[in-house]
């Protein structure tokens, strides 16, 4: 068995980004590490597999990249979130505050059926405004929410509180300024 991979050492803080006062984390050093992204996606698999999902739900963009992968290595179908306006068909759309405004997203309508079992990814999770949003869809839409499956969680900004009762798991937290 290999060593742990160091997930912290490879996100990069990026100091006001988008604005002022924002500490982004940036994932590209991961995702640089052919090694370390497929540890990430397999270590998500393994804690989302008892889950059993049938589906996962990622959000553009920084969601799509390890969630593509992650809905592969679970042998499930990917349903794409997207901003208001880029899919095309039918769609329910959710509206979620950011740190730094408001925002929305949609999915199709048809994409969640007969009380389909749907994991929840994205990259971070911060103030949980997005995570909920896609919690808010899926669940408009007649599925199961099992749990939200993240890469980072940025402690201190309550986004575990504000997705429960869901289950949640993310392979890093990190301070939310520092």
């Known amino acids: 068995m290999s060593d ?18 924002i500490l982004f984390r940036d994932i590209t050093p991961l995702l640089l590490d052919p090694a370390a992204c497929r540890s990430a996606v397999s ?4 804690w989302a597999k008892p889950l059993k999902p049938d589906l996962l739900l990622a959000a553009e963009s920084r969601g799509f990249i390890l969630g593509g992968a992650l809905a592969q290595a679970l042998d499930i179908g990917f349903i794409p979130a997207r ?45 949980g405004g ?15 929410v099992v749990g939200c499956a993240f890469l980072i969680e940025l402690e201190g ?14 392979l890093v937290a990190l301070p939310a300024q520092g």
């Not at 306006?85 to 405004?101: A, F, K």
């Not at 869809?137 to 599925?143: D, Q, S, T």
């Open 130 to 144: 997005t995570a909920r949003a896609k919690i808010d869809a899926i669940e408009r839409l007649g599925g199961e």
């Open 83 to 127: 901003k208001p306006g880029r899919l095309p068909s039918e769609t329910v759309s959710v509206e979620y505050q950011l740190e730094y405004g408001a925002d929305a997203l949609e999915v199709h309508t048809d994409s969640i059926f007969n009380g389909a079992r749907v994991l929840v990814h994205d990259d971070l999770i911060a103030t």
């Open 157 to 170: 900004l309550g986004g575990r509180h504000h997705i429960a009762p869901h289950e949640m798991h993310a």
């Open 4 to 21: 742990p991979v160091d997930y912290a050492s490879l996100i990069r803080p990026v100091p006001d980004f988008p604005e002022p006062g």
């Open 43 to 46: 270590d998500l698999a393994d």
